[in-house]
């Protein structure tokens, strides 16, 4: 899949599901459910033990699911993710390394970014999405809104703190994807192996996300008839 096909399947689905578990065995297990709940992409976190290996086979075993990898630190860690067959790259927090890497490669990144400051500098060292994180904390879908401001063409994932209560004010505040974890995945229902539980919350996350932009879709259209 190159990186055209995996900027647009973000684009479309809206939600890149956070895998961060105890386990290889369980995060295998918490990736499956959500990509039969609907959602075809995974972000396998590098703090999972055998997280390179999660990546390894699901890149092999999934076809048709986007897998990425996700807090990413360094350089290091990213070249062994793409020798893996991650087909993204995403890091907490801006590493420019990191983003010069994934182009040299032509691998999708979202880099991390709080202050406007970094998102324009992530956005002008060729990040193909900013990831805002921790959105809740510094006002949450205010904040995209706040962001979306200055930078309309900038594609901002919301991340940290979305949930079901949340995540249609960040699609209307402009939020171009979110970033969801232990609320799609719960720890419980991983423990438990409720894939059903994970499924449905895929199932009603895709529902908030489709409902959300086709409240904006009139407005898009007015404002472009005026």
Same mark, same amino acid.
């Given at each position: 899949?190159?990186?055209?096909?995996? =900027?647009?399947?973000?684009?479309?689905?809206?939600?890149?599901?956070?895998?961060?578990?105890?386990?290889?065995?369980?995060?295998?297990? /918490?990736?499956?459910?959500? +990509? +039969?709940?609907?959602?075809?992409?995974?972000?396998?976190?590098?703090?999972?033990?055998?997280?390179?290996?999660?990546?390894?086979?699901?890149?092999? &075993?999934?076809?048709?699911?986007?897998?990425?990898?996700?807090?990413?630190? #360094?350089?290091?860690?990213?070249?062994?993710?793409?020798?893996?067959?991650?087909?993204?790259?995403? #890091?907490?927090?801006?590493?420019?390394?990191?983003?010069?890497?994934?182009?040299?490669? &032509?691998?999708?990144?979202?880099?991390?970014?709080?202050?406007?400051?970094?998102?324009?500098?992530?956005?002008?060292? *060729?990040?193909?999405?900013?990831?805002?994180?921790?959105?809740?904390?510094?006002?949450? #879908?205010?904040?995209? =809104?706040?962001?979306?401001?200055?930078?309309?063409?900038?594609?901002?994932?919301? /991340?940290?703190?979305?949930?079901?209560?949340?995540?249609? &004010?960040?699609?209307?505040?402009?939020?171009?994807?979110? *970033?969801?974890? *232990?609320?799609?995945?719960? =720890?419980?229902?991983?423990?438990?192996?409720?894939?059903?539980?994970? =499924?449905?919350?895929?199932?009603?996350?895709?529902?908030?996300?489709?409902?959300?932009?086709?409240?904006?879709?009139?407005?898009?259209?007015?404002?472009?008839?005026?």
């Amino acid at each position: 899949m190159n990186k055209e096909e995996v =900027r647009a399947r973000i684009e479309e689905i809206g939600i890149i599901p956070a895998v961060r578990t105890a386990s290889a065995e369980e995060a295998r297990f /918490a990736a499956e459910a959500v +990509s +039969s709940g609907g959602i075809p992409i995974v972000e396998i976190t590098m703090t999972i033990p055998g997280a390179l290996d999660v990546i390894a086979h699901l890149a092999k &075993n999934t076809p048709g699911v986007l897998i990425g990898a996700g807090t990413i630190l #360094d350089t290091d860690t990213a070249r062994r993710c793409l020798d893996a067959g991650a087909h993204f790259l995403t #890091d907490p927090g801006l590493d420019l390394p990191t983003i010069e890497l994934a182009n040299k490669h &032509n691998i999708l990144v979202l880099a991390g970014a709080l202050t406007p400051t970094e998102v324009i500098t992530a956005w002008k060292a *060729g990040a193909d999405f900013v990831k805002v994180f921790p959105c809740a904390p510094v006002g949450g #879908d205010l904040y995209i =809104r706040a962001l979306k401001g200055p930078f309309p063409k900038i594609p901002l994932i919301a /991340a940290g703190g979305v949930n079901q209560q949340t995540a249609t &004010n960040f699609i209307l505040a402009g939020a171009a994807a979110l *970033g969801i974890g *232990g609320e799609l995945i719960p =720890r419980e229902a991983i423990k438990k192996r409720q894939a059903e539980q994970i =499924r449905e919350l895929a199932r009603r996350f895709l529902r908030l996300v489709h409902a959300a932009r086709a409240r904006m879709a009139p407005r898009a259209e007015s404002a472009f008839s005026h």
